[in-house]
């Protein structure tokens, strides 16, 4: 089934329990989300509750079926994951028995969704610059290969039992005003009775999951992967600081670094530390403030950011070195963030020594002093060579709020980055 139109209705209502059968790279927890927020706050939701490698909140297909099938609101759902077509069809038929529907969620374009999962994985390597720098064209097309022979399958096995037919394409795209009225129409085709307008307060909630800002990305020109692919390369540049305060922070850390020699500057041609070492704390909270301020007001990237600010740190080069810079003072891991420096020094100083992002090359408005220029930290990015002079640089990198989505797969979030 397809979904349609449906005619106008009325206020918030119930809505049926739903069961979304679905793969990897197709909007399924935007779905879930949008379901939950319409469900309440009592709601059960399942995440793919039968996996393979047993976790706290995973259940076991043979003794809890029954229990899930009947207790359930929200049921995310990767058929082909570890069911097999016996347990599938077994839970398809009493989630039905049970009075739920049944959502078949898949996505139009199928090679975009092979590309976007090939490229999720790599980021989810620890290896920061082989993560998104290439992707191989012959891993993509095994990959689309086999999830067309997977859609496929799966619905010959759902096409056995009543479901609705919904695309990522459908749903997921456009604008939240779009992608609001898509589902509601979803809503209309799961209970013909109640279709139309959700009420005020169930659209505030279906605003927030559905904006643009849950996935973290870039709107400017520079963004050179459509949301579709759901992987934010990024980079852009903002102002933030005049050159006076630049240069009263360049002296706090020459001063500084006077006192407090880097100890790596002899093997790595280059001198760090944390800001507020040099300045003191006020100041780099104030500076830590300001970023903050500046990215949610003035940048291209729309987003809301988490409540912690960054900490920041400083690098300065001592020689001609071609170095691996602008992330490795910070402990990022495998995590990703929005990453960001900020020239300090008057260009006219020193020369080369631009931020180099792995894919888009030396990046010339990342030598503009007082500027802050921010990129995706699982891009990979160093310092160009510095062939005269002595630039100095801060480094950090920011967090979204809880809930906003970087990039998919759940990547784990490191505390220490931000502790004082």
């Given amino acids: ?27 399924s927890t935007t779905l879930e989300a949008a379901l939950r927020s319409m469900a309440g706050p009592d709601a059960v939701v399942l995440h793919e509750p039968f996996r393979s490698q047993p976790t706290p909140h995973s259940r076991t297909f043979a003794t809890d079926l029954a229990e899930v099938a009947a207790e359930t609101d929200v049921l995310k759902h990767h058929p082909g994951n570890v069911l097999s077509d016996r347990q599938n069809r077994l839970l398809y038929a009493a989630w039905l028995d049970g009075g739920g529907r049944i959502v078949h969620l898949r ?14 994985r790599a980021i989810n390597s620890f290896h920061r610059p082989h993560r998104v720098g290439h992707v191989p064209p ?3 097309e095994a990959q689309h290969l086999e999830l067309v022979a997977e859609i496929a399958h799966q619905s010959d096995v759902l096409a056995d039992f009543d479901h609705v037919e919904v695309t990522y394409e459908g749903l997921c795209t456009g604008s939240t005003e779009d992608r609001i009225a898509a589902f509601e129409r979803l809503l209309g085709r799961l209970d013909p009775a109640s279709a139309g307008p959700v009420g005020a307060e169930a659209r505030a909630r279906l605003a927030d999951v559905f904006s643009p800002r849950r996935q973290v990305r870039s709107t400017a020109a520079t963004d050179r992967v459509p949301l579709v692919d759901q992987v934010p390369l990024f980079t852009d540049t903002v102002e933030l600081l005049d050159p006076e305060a630049c240069a009263r922070l360049s002296d706090s850390i020459d001063r500084y670094l006077a006192r407090h020699p880097g100890g790596n500057a002899a093997s790595h041609g280059i001198s760090t530390g944390w800001l507020a070492d040099a300045t003191g704390r006020s100041t780099a909270e104030g500076l830590r403030r300001h970023i903050c301020e500046r990215l949610a007001t003035g940048a291209s990237l729309r987003t809301t950011l988490g409540p912690d600010a960054p900490q920041l740190a400083f690098a300065r080069c001592e020689g001609e070195r071609d170095h691996d810079l602008d992330l490795w003072p910070l ?11 900020i020239a300090l020094s008057d260009p006219a100083t020193y020369v080369g020594g631009e931020t180099h992002v792995s894919g888009w090359g030396p990046h010339s408005g990342s030598r ?3 500027h802050l220029h921010y990129f995706a930290s699982g891009l990979g990015a160093r310092r160009a060579v510095v062939q005269e002079g002595s630039p100095i640089t801060l480094i950090g990198a920011l967090r979204p709020a809880p809930g906003q989505i970087l990039a998919a797969g759940q990547l784990p ?3 220490s980055m931000f502790a004082d």
């Fill in 1 to 27: 089934m397809s979904i349609e139109a449906a005619a106008p209705a009325g206020e918030d209502r119930a809505v049926p329990r739903v069961l979304i059968a679905s793969y990897p790279r197709t909007g």
């Fill in 107 to 120: 996505r139009s374009d199928v090679w975009a969704q092979a590309r976007s999962l090939v490229i999720a």
């Fill in 138 to 140: 012959e891993r993509v």
């Fill in 331 to 341: 402990p990022i891991g495998s995590e990703l963030l929005i990453a960001f420096t």
């Fill in 368 to 370: 503009r002093r007082g």
């Fill in 413 to 415: 979030w490191s505390a």
